[in-house]
């Protein structure tokens, strides 16, 4: 069981450079999510969707963008990368919106730009 | 703005005590309140979770308590083991979007 998979694990950026990082699930989850974890930050929600073809901002969303393309598929877009991105990127996806809704994390993408 | 406000930030037990981390939320909309776990390295797992009808829930050492008129709920770990030292994040969601609202996170380290 894969569950949700995120590519790549690391990834070190120059200020500047651009890179989209992937998330994917086979547990045919209709909402997906990007949240960043910074120390003493908790997880902060960037952008979220409800279902294919659909996205929506979060907490934190500029300089993000995102799409989902495919229902399995939800990819997180860093379009001119700044120092303060650095942080542990973290997808999740959920089977809907009505509680109980646990969320299943990936394993996480540590971004670094320097 | 919503926000669920967690502590403390860290904790340190001896082994077989019993740490407690605490949360308080503002929006009375919110209906599903988990905790999740967190090793280092990995992502955020769920480990239990209450709804607002219920003022305690248990599964194995890990309890929940939950006061929805004083919109604080608390997690309660028996018999704490090393193997219990991560992070541990509490959570309110509600309403159809399916956002999870996050603490800040409390560093649990469990002496051996």
């Known amino acids: 069981n894969a569950g949700v998979t995120q590519t790549p694990k690391f990834r070190v950026l120059k200020t500047g450079q651009s890179m989209t990082l992937l998330c994917a699930q086979d547990?045919?989850?209709?909402?997906m999510y990007w949240y960043r974890q910074d120390p003493g930050m908790g997880l902060r929600l960037i952008h979220y969707?409800?279902?294919?073809?659909?996205?929506a901002k979060g907490e934190v969303p500029d300089g993000y963008n995102v799409s989902r393309l495919k229902k399995q598929n939800f990819l997180l877009g860093l379009e001119s990368a700044a120092p303060s991105q650095t942080s542990v990127y973290f997808c999740?996806?959920?089977?809907?919106?009505?509680?109980?809704?646990?969320?299943?994390f990936g394993s996480g993408t540590r971004l670094t730009v320097v | 703005q919503q926000q669920v406000k967690q502590s403390p930030q860290s904790l340190i037990v001896q082994k077989g005590g019993i740490p407690i981390i605490n949360c308080a939320y503002e929006?009375?909309?919110?209906?599903?309140f988990p905790w999740y776990q967190q090793f280092p390295g990995k992502g955020p797992a769920l480990l239990i979770a209450?709804?607002?009808?219920?003022s305690e829930k248990k599964e194995g050492r890990f309890t929940i308590s939950f006061n929805k008129s004083a919109k604080q709920f608390s997690l309660h770990i028996m018999d704490s083991q090393p193997g219990d030292s991560a992070t541990y994040f509490c959570?309110?969601?509600?309403?159809?979007?399916?956002?999870?609202?996050f603490g800040k996170g409390t560093k649990l380290s469990v002496k051996p």
């Open positions: 999740a996806s959920s089977l809907s919106g009505i509680a109980p809704y646990g969320y299943t």
């Open positions: 547990m045919n989850h209709e909402y």
């Open positions: 969707s409800v279902g294919e073809g659909t996205t």
């Open positions: 929006n009375t909309a919110f209906d599903y």
């Open positions: 209450i709804r607002p009808d219920v």
């Open positions: 959570a309110a969601g509600g309403g159809s979007q399916g956002n999870l609202i």
